[in-house]
């Protein structure tokens, strides 16, 4: 390797999620997920946006992966929308539903691209969620048996699974601050959904394998951050290091210790929750990788002798008021090659950022900000690869500008320009940079 590059077969791929790009939320027999009833509720999303149309990737999805080869990918991570597949959530699949992903999968191997298969993206069949949803603890079997027969579907041709994305949003997100779907406030259901989704993740896991071959991997992906002292001081170093970060504790430890941390319970709104004989056993079973999703840093400082997160006055924000700092991308996977002795591949599954994207007068989008971003980002991860973390491959948030949850069409993510009214794909400079990047599979 040069000084710029990475291992030979780094994966460098894109990365979207069902309900953000799909569209055709009417089509082929597809059910409501809770996301559709979320968006469609006044008040919840910004401008009343949904995701009806998005990026109309249901029909557009040739003309996606032919923008995927031009950009020179090798994997494209995508999540499969549940209530597609089976609209019930369970029971029989809707074979319409399924024929859109054979569809996706011979496209994306027919461009030599590797699908990574999200099988759970939040958005939920709402028959589910109208039977408790994830606070019922049935939904680890509905979940595996969902997992089961996507993997005996796509499983001769998909060999990378990913059972749950971001379970801390489908928990704590969602059941309460209320900001994602079902949109509901209640501390103690967010810690029983937490225990849920590490329930349905070390089933579907199970069932997975047990659908696969011995070519088939599966693993999470975990929005994790990182901490770090807001001033070069040992007082807000000490702060940043023994700061619970929620996003983390919650999940990383768990899966990989097999029990809870008990200073999650420290504060007094959470308690533990309802764990029966054998749970942990199921959630600790082994992956085999991790994916990781970062995007930004939380800073920590003390005041008047109490430890508290702040925001930077001195940071580079995105449109999202995230704090860039690759730093923490650095460090965080330089503690989960601690935390997994090393002993588990990583991927990047997830980091991007959004800004205004305003267009030239020539309709061009010379996203500097972004280009910027992630320049800095690929660095981050080359060094942690030179630190000895064995990380595999890192997807792009996102391939195009798509529908962001409660912001709606207001944050653009993507390094393709989507015009929604068209339908129109136009390369950012952002994505003319990532084609270099994959080209010369390094630092460019």
Not at 227 to 236: Q, R
Not at 289 to 305: E, I, K, M, S, W
Not at 315 to 336: A, C, F, H
Not at 395 to 410: Q, R
Request: a negative charge.
């Amino acid at each position: 390797m040069s000084t710029d590059s990475f291992p030979d077969g780094f994966l460098w791929g894109t990365a979207t999620a069902a309900y953000q790009v799909e569209g055709a939320a009417h089509e082929d027999g597809r059910a409501e997920s809770i996301w559709d009833r979320f968006s469609h509720t006044p008040g919840k999303v910004k401008n009343g946006d949904t995701g009806d149309v998005a990026c109309d990737h249901y029909h557009l999805y040739k003309q996606d992966v032919a923008m995927m080869k031009q950009l020179g990918v090798g994997g494209y991570r995508f999540s499969v929308s549940w209530p597609r597949v089976f609209p019930q959530g369970v029971g029989f699949a809707n074979a319409r539903g399924m024929a859109f992903y054979d569809r996706l999968v011979d496209e994306l191997l027919g461009a030599g691209i590797r699908p990574f298969v999200t099988l759970y993206h939040w958005d939920l069949p709402t028959a589910l969620h109208d039977r408790g949803g994830w606070a019922n603890r049935d939904i680890a079997g509905w979940f595996s048996d969902y997992a089961a027969a996507m993997t005996k579907a796509l499983g001769d041709r998909v060999k990378d699974w990913i059972t749950l994305n971001e379970p801390w949003c489908t928990a704590f997100l969602s059941y309460e601050f209320g900001e994602h779907a079902p949109g509901l406030r209640n501390p103690a259901l967010a810690v029983q959904v937490a225990h849920h989704t590490l329930l349905a993740h070390g089933m579907g896991m199970q069932a997975i394998r047990a659908a696969g071959n011995m070519q088939t991997r599966v693993g999470i992906a975990l929005n994790a951050g990182y901490n770090l002292p807001l001033a070069d001081s040992e007082a807000d170093r000490v702060a940043a290091e023994n700061a619970v970060d929620p996003l983390y504790e919650w999940f990383v430890p768990t899966i990989f210790n097999g029990y809870y941390t008990e200073r999650l319970f420290d504060d007094s709104k959470y308690r533990s929750p309802d764990i029966r004989p054998g749970d942990m056993a199921v959630i600790a079973a082994r992956n085999d990788f991790l994916g990781v999703n970062y995007y930004t840093p939380t800073r920590y400082t003390v005041v008047d002798g109490q430890v508290r997160s702040v925001r930077n006055p001195n940071g580079e924000y995105t449109e999202m008021d995230w704090e860039v700092d690759p730093e923490g991308l650095y460090r965080l996977l330089l503690k989960l090659c601690a935390q997994t002795k090393n002993q588990l591949p990583l991927y990047i599954t997830e980091n991007g950022a959004a800004y205004p994207d305003i267009p030239a007068a020539d309709g061009a989008i010379h996203d500097a900000d972004r280009v910027s971003f992630l320049k800095r980002h690929f660095d981050a991860a080359r060094r942690a690869i030179r630190e000895g973390v064995d990380l595999r491959g890192y997807f792009v948030w996102s391939l195009m500008d798509n529908f962001e949850w409660a912001h709606g069409y207001t944050k653009n993510f993507g390094i393709v320009k989507t015009d929604y009214i068209t339908q129109r794909r136009v390369f950012k400079d952002s994505a003319l940079y990532f084609r270099n990047v994959c080209a010369a599979n390094a630092v460019v």
